[in-house]
Nanobody, 127 residues
């Protein structure tokens, strides 16, 4: 059974940091593209970052608004993908979801291209 479980969200002050985790079970995570999305209240779901399959060198993608602040990584031994969030601002407040693209190895910023989703973890940036 394919399952993704996110953790690591919370309340943080502007300028602070968090590390989100996406633990996978039921499949080998490194073989597929894994994306991080976020959805703020009243807004559409947005693709934040992605890491492609290790078969194509684990190419990474970041949306412009998080470049230089967020870092995606993968630890194959733990079957887990991480998203390090630094220098957070209130605009980063959202529910963050990880998603697995079992139908492909390349990253996509389109949520419809992903097959499995975690339950989400809340990130709130506020003073």
């Amino acid at each position: 059974q394919v399952q993704l479980v996110e953790s690591g969200g919370g309340l943080v002050q502007p300028g602070g940091s968090l590390r989100l985790s996406c633990a996978a079970s039921g499949f080998t995570l490194e073989r597929y593209a894994i994306g991080w999305f976020r959805q703020a209240p009243g807004k559409e779901r947005e693709g934040v970052s992605c890491i492609s399959s290790s078969a194509i060198d684990g190419w990474t993608y970041y949306v412009d608004s998080v470049k230089g602040r967020f870092t995606i990584s993968r630890v194959n031994a733990k079957n887990t993908v991480y998203l390090q969030l630094n220098n957070l601002n209130p605009g980063d407040t959202a529910v963050y979801y990880c998603a697995a693209r079992l139908s492909g190895t390349h990253c996509s910023s389109w949520s419809d291209d992903y097959d499995y989703w975690g339950q989400g973890t809340q990130v709130t940036v506020s003073s």
